[in-house]
Nanobody, 118 residues
Framework: QVQLVESGGGLVQPGGSLRLSCAAS????????VGWYRQAPGKQQRELVAVVSSGGSTNYADSVKGRFTISMDNAKNTVYLQMNSLKPEDTAVYYC???????????WGKGTLVTVSS
């Protein structure tokens, strides 16, 4: 079992920045992906925002390219999401997801709320 804990959410003005953290309870071995998803108010589905693989490759949703950066610190078992130039439409609960490729098992954090408002 792996527990994921997100932190770093909060209230920020449009144009501002936040850095989210996703800390895993232990080191992960093998091939895996860690992704940040978000669920906007009133929406039922979660949207994939950014993903980083155990090999270091990254991918982003078109809506955040050039503004968000995902990174991984293996020594700290932590994945970060640096969010710059935030817009009101970025307001959502942000969730961290760990997918173990070989087993297909998914782990989720409980989420952290990001509110972009003046």
């Amino acid at each position: 079992q792996v527990q994921l804990v997100e932190s770093g959410g909060g209230l920020v003005q449009p144009g501002g920045s936040l850095r989210l953290s996703c800390a895993a309870s232990r080191s992960i071995f093998g091939i895996y992906n860690v992704g940040w998803y978000r669920q906007a108010p009133g929406k039922q589905q979660r949207e994939l925002v950014a993903v980083v693989s155990s090999g270091g490759s990254t991918n982003y949703a078109d809506s955040v390219k050039g503004r968000f950066t995902i990174s991984m610190d293996n020594a700290k078992n932590t994945v970060y999401l640096q969010m710059n130039s935030l817009k009101p439409e970025d307001t959502a609960v942000y969730y961290c997801n760990l997918r173990i490729i070989r087993s297909g098992v998914d782990y989720w954090g409980k989420g952290t709320l990001v509110t972009v408002s003046s």
